[in-house]
């Protein structure tokens, strides 16, 4: 048991340089070692046992990427925001396909841990997939949106 209270109070002192936990510590008066701990429970079960995993998977995809965004776009950190924009055309895209292949992925178990760790791919910064991604399809968009944009060029010339 003292070993479990060494690693606790370790994960404490990690957790110690997050601002956002520090308040919700002091706010809900739960220590944010548990709090944390219970997040991360309640979210693999419910990810790992498809409980509502596609509203947590969703949920976990749109509500950190868009405050880091929102917090770029406020200090005017045009490199961030340049990523988060990446990384929401990416999922955006992601969206799109999963949209029509929906009924078939649902029956692939322990699909969404694998989407789970594909969006944490996609927005953490050790691994930039968004990035990857982006980079990969955007040569093949280019021809496309300079159709696009020549038929426009055209249809304003008549």
Known sequence: MDQVQAYIAQFDIYLSKYKTLKRIEATVGVPKVYFTLGVYFLISISVFFNLLAGLTTGLLS???PTYRAFEACHKNDTTSLQVWMTYFFTISCLNVLELGIDTILNWFPYYYVVKL????????????????????VLPQLVPFFKRAEATEAAAKQE
Do not use: C, T
Request: aromatic share 30%; proline share 4%; hydrophobic share 55%.
């Open 62 to 64: 749109i509500i950190y």
């Open 117 to 136: 760790g594909f969006v944490f791919w996609l927005m953490l910064p050790q691994y930039l997939g968004a990035k990857h991604i982006y980079n990969f």
